[in-house]
Structures are given as C-alpha cells and as structure tokens.
C-alpha cells in the first residue's frame, strides 16, 4: 500500500518546477505502478507549448479555469473543474491560463511512469524513459 502526504512531498525532489508551472510528483516510476500522478498548477498568465512525445497524459482539472488549444486544427477547448482532457496522441498543443485569474489546478497521469525530476525540454517533451532491465 502506497500512502503519500502532499505536505511532506514539498520541496523534496518529487516537488518539480519551469516556466509558468509547478507539479508535485505523487506516484513515479520507482513506486513501480506502471504509470505516475501528479498535482500540477499552471500559473497565472502562463503559457505552455507542449507535444509529449514519448509519454501519453490525462489531466483533470479540480480547480481554476485555462484553454487547451490544438495546434494542428486551431480547436480550442475551455478547461474548467470537473473537465478531463487527454492528448491521446501525442498532440502538439498549448495550455494558457488567463493573467488575472487562479492557477489551472490538474490532477495528471502519465504513461509510461515519469522518473519523478522532469522538466519540459525545448520542445515541449519529457525525455524518453531510460529502460534500466
């Protein structure tokens, strides 16, 4: 049984940051459930081009509002709480989150698991897991 409390996770390695979010990573890889779960927040005014390409994500918003925005078609999705959206293959896309509102609170699983220290590269990725069998 795996228990984990978010105030004893802060500022530990799980506790990962970049530009215009933060996200506490509360199940990865090495808790050896085959996927990894985050609270992830996306700051106020913040914008956020990302395409995973070596991972699959669902995010579920529990607070806040943002728009996820396609950008192969242009479609615009509004996220608010109790809105899922999962891009499903690897879909470029970008979350903005408007300036004067709450951070987009999410709820994320990630497969294959996160290590747990990830940060977007220039591209908008995570880095491909490093296979250690």
Known sequence: MIIRKKALLKGTERDAAGPGWTSLRLLVRSDGMGFSMTETEVLPGAVLKLEYKNHVEACYCIAGTGTVIEL??????????????????HDRHEVHVPADGEALKLICVFSPALEGTEVHGPDGSYAAPVDTA
């Open 72 to 89: 192969s078609s242009g479609t615009r999705h509004e996220i608010t709480p109790g809105v899922l959206y999962a891009p499903d293959n």
